[in-house]
């Protein structure tokens, strides 16, 4: 029988805007393969791990750019804080990966479980709130574009 994946989506991640929805989904499935990754325990699972760490960096650095221009179309009054949250998960992802890769002591379970964690906050937080303030710019009728 199949294990189970270390997160699963659910709804209630959802925010409404469905392009994001599905990169968040992306998100959490690259944390999923992380956390496999992490299972392995042997030489193959760090190098693929290295491999999984850069995916996800990559994806992450993709969908922040994504829904920071949409988040500046909308001129979300918040973005600077916004911005500002990505970065430094950004950083902190990064410290992470150099020192898995200079072979420092690093722990690949906490590592992904502070994604997890960092991603289901921000995706209840900070976005659910960008995403209420587009929807109240759209009831409004102040929002023309294909959000």
């Known amino acids: 029988m199949a294990e189970e994946p270390f997160i699963l989506w659910e709804d209630r991640y959802a925010i409404g805007i469905p392009v994001v929805d599905e990169q968040h989904k992306e998100l959490l499935r690259l ?15 760090r190098i693929h791990f290295k491999e999984a760490v850069h995916s996800t960096v990559e994806y992450v650095k993709f969908h922040f750019g994504a ?23 950004v950083r902190q992802v990064l410290e992470e990966a ?12 906490a590592f992904v479980r502070y994604l997890r964690d960092w991603i289901l906050t921000h995706i209840a937080v900070s976005d ?9 710019l759209k009831k409004e009728g102040a929002l023309n574009t294909g959000v």
């Open 31 to 45: 944390t999923n393969t992380l956390y496999e990754a992490c299972r392995q325990g042997d030489e193959a699972a």
């Open 128 to 136: 659910k709130e960008y995403a209420e303030y587009i929807f109240r």
């Open 67 to 89: 829904e920071e221009k949409l988040i500046e179309r909308v001129k979300y009054p918040k973005i600077a804080e916004h911005k500002q949250e990505h970065e430094s998960f």
């Open 98 to 109: 150099r020192a898995f890769e200079s072979g420092k002591s690093f722990v690949p379970n």
